[in-house]
């Protein structure tokens, strides 16, 4: 692999090595040992079969630089460090479906994601693989991401920032640093940052081709 997949590589690696050291939501932990099962193939993954067009941005990131660097002391510091190391190469981008119907005036100038690993034909991932989408969300301080669903089963690592989660009919429940968050198939979800942005990187299997939708 050339640097691109060497860092990829070594952010997914990251990722699995912060799954195992996490504490587990006991409904999760079926799906924790498929997605790290499907993280230790990463070497079997293969590089995007196009020219890597790194650096591509939205205005939220602005907020990347110092997102990483407030999470040095937290326990998602390994996480940030192999992503301090693959930024340059992410290619930032929005869902198809939040940006012709955006729950706010200023949602699409405080959010974008960046795929590491997944389906080529469904974004600009780095590596491909067909049974496993990876990536990061940002978010900008003081955002709502409202409650939406999608079928694929997700599993969020909170890299930097502290912020509120909500999931079905719990309530919202602040989460920091080194925080897993699961969330089943279908089942509706959101998200509220406070005084930080928000890096979470995340894990999808299952329907990787459907994307997610509001909640009306």
């Not at 070594?10 to 040992?33: G, T, Y």
């Not at 200023?106 to 994601?113: D, E, I, S, V």
């Not at 003081?142 to 969020?156: D, F, I, K, N, V």
Request: charged share 20%; aromatic share 10%.
């Amino acid at each position: 692999m050339n640097s691109v997949g060497e860092k990829a590589s070594n952010f997914l690696a990251s990722f699995a090595e912060a799954l195992r050291a996490s504490k587990r939501d006991p409904l999760a932990v079926a799906d924790v040992e498929e997605f790290l099962a499907l993280l230790d193939e990463v070497d079997k993954f293969d590089l995007a079969p196009w020219p890597v067009r790194g650096g591509e941005s939205l205005p939220v990131c602005i907020n990347l630089g110092d997102a990483i660097k407030s999470a040095n002391l937290q326990p998602s510091w390994k996480m940030a460090e192999t992503l301090d190391a693959l930024c340059e190469h992410l290619i930032w981008i929005q869902s198809e479906n939040y940006v012709r119907s955006p729950p706010s005036a200023n949602f699409l100038t405080n959010y974008g994601y960046a795929v590491v690993a997944g389906p080529p034909e469904v974004a600009p991932a780095l590596l491909c693989n067909n049974r496993l989408a990876a990536g990061l969300v940002l978010f900008c301080p003081q955002t709502c991401y409202p409650p939406h669903r999608h079928p694929a089963t997700e599993l969020y690592y909170v890299v930097s920032g502290h912020a509120e989660w909500w999931r079905g009919d719990g309530p919202w429940e602040a989460k920091m640093p080194g925080t897993l968050i699961y969330h089943d198939s279908g089942i509706p979800h959101g998200i509220r940052t406070a005084a930080e942005p928000l890096i979470a990187a995340y894990l999808w299997k299952g329907d990787l081709r459907t994307d997610a939708y509001f909640i009306e």
